[in-house]
């Protein structure tokens, strides 16, 4: 009996862990690789902070384009937060429903240098949208994205 309670909790377990974002890491020597055009489409990469007012209406945005083509995007969320807040950044990427998307959050002491590295003209503002395309053309966009931008990003 005890082995069938096991296995029901077993299996409701394992959908609620497949939703949980696996946080990593963000270093400057991760960035060459997040900044590098993928091989079709558009990467998305959704800058947020934990206290930044506008940035979960803007990842749910970004989100939902993805949905709706996800041959075409790629989105990946980066906290500006240090990495050793990862719980409370888990938390937030759970109840904002970002479950389903690689998440990163700066791994270095010094967020500025990080700022520089994703985008030299960038003044470390959030939320800050940066897009990569397979050409290699890029577009960063800081602040609540409005209605005339998100028509640049699709």
């Known amino acids: ?8 909790l077993l299996t409701l377990a394992i959908p ?7 946080l ?4 400057a020597s991760d960035i060459p690789a997040l900044l590098k055009p993928p091989a079709h489409g558009t990467r998305i990469i959704a800058i ?7 940035c979960e209406a803007n990842m749910q ?14 989105l990946v969320t980066v906290a500006t937060d ?10 937030r990427l759970t109840t904002m429903h970002m479950n389903a998307y690689p998440a ?16 030299p003209q960038w003044g470390g503002e959030t939320p800050r949208t940066e897009l990569i395309r397979a050409d290699g053309s890029r577009l ?3 602040g609540e994205l409005t209605p005339a931008q998100m028509r640049r990003i699709r």
């Not at 009996?1 to 029901?8: C, G, P, S």
């Not at 609620?16 to 696996?22: C, F, N, S």
């Not at 970004?62 to 041959?71: F, G, I, R, T, W």
């Not at 010094?110 to 700022?115: A, Q």
């Open 16 to 22: 609620a862990l497949a939703q949980t974002p696996m």
């Open 104 to 119: 990163r959050a700066y791994a270095e002491a010094s967020p500025e240098h990080l700022n520089f590295l994703l985008n």
């Open 1 to 8: 009996m005890r082995r069938w309670i096991f296995l029901a």
């Open 82 to 91: 240090r990495y050793a807040l990862h719980a409370q950044i888990t938390a």
């Open 140 to 142: 960063g966009i800081s």
């Open 61 to 74: 945005t970004l989100a939902k384009v993805v949905e709706a083509q996800p041959d075409r995007y790629q």
């Open 24 to 27: 990593q890491p963000l270093a």
């Open 48 to 54: 947020w902070a934990l206290d930044c007012a506008y």
